[in-house]
């Protein structure tokens, strides 16, 4: 199943061919300010329509995962990092898909604060 998302504005905008997954709401600094919740998918499985290279990115801590904002609209809809084994990855904000019910989503807790 595909799910559509982006920023508000739509400066920012992307298909993910997958099925919902795995979401964690991380409770580290930067998690918690920004109310993400992630989902973890290969970046094979993301299309940009429009503004991949749009957003601003924000890193910090290891400075390893590119955490990409619209600078019209503030809003993050996703980070990029490539995982432990080399794959490039996509973090999804799934706040940021359209016609997602979070509520209904079974999202797993992460310590993020402690790592
Ligand atoms: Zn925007």
Same mark, same amino acid.
């Given at each position: 199943? +595909?799910?559509? &998302? &982006?920023?508000?504005? @739509?400066?920012?905008?992307?298909?993910?061919? +997958?099925?919902?997954?795995?979401v964690?709401? *991380?409770?580290?600094?930067? *998690?918690?300010?920004? &109310? =993400?919740?992630?989902?973890? !998918?290969?970046?094979?499985?993301?299309?940009?329509?429009? @503004?991949?290279?749009?957003s601003? !990115? =924000?890193?910090?801590?290891?400075?390893?995962? +590119?955490?990409?904002? *619209?600078?019209? /609209? &503030? *809003?993050?809809? =996703?980070? +990029?990092?490539?995982?432990?084994?080399?794959?490039?990855?996509?973090?999804?904000?799934?706040?940021?898909?359209? @016609? !997602?019910?979070?509520?209904?989503?079974?999202?797993?807790? !992460?310590? @993020?604060?402690? /790592?």
């Amino acid at each position: 199943m +595909a799910h559509r &998302g &982006g920023c508000h504005c @739509g400066a920012i905008a992307f298909d993910v061919d +997958a099925s919902i997954e795995g979401v964690i709401e *991380c409770n580290c600094s930067l *998690c918690s300010k920004r &109310g =993400y919740l992630l989902w973890f !998918v290969p970046r094979s499985q993301v299309t940009f329509r429009a @503004g991949e290279h749009a957003s601003t !990115v =924000y890193r910090f801590n290891k400075h390893h995962i +590119a955490h990409h904002f *619209c600078p019209t /609209c &503030g *809003c993050a809809p =996703y980070a +990029a990092a490539d995982a432990p084994d080399g794959t490039p990855t996509i973090a999804v904000n799934v706040r940021c898909l359209d @016609g !997602v019910d979070v509520h209904a989503l079974d999202i797993k807790p !992460v310590d @993020g604060r402690s /790592c």
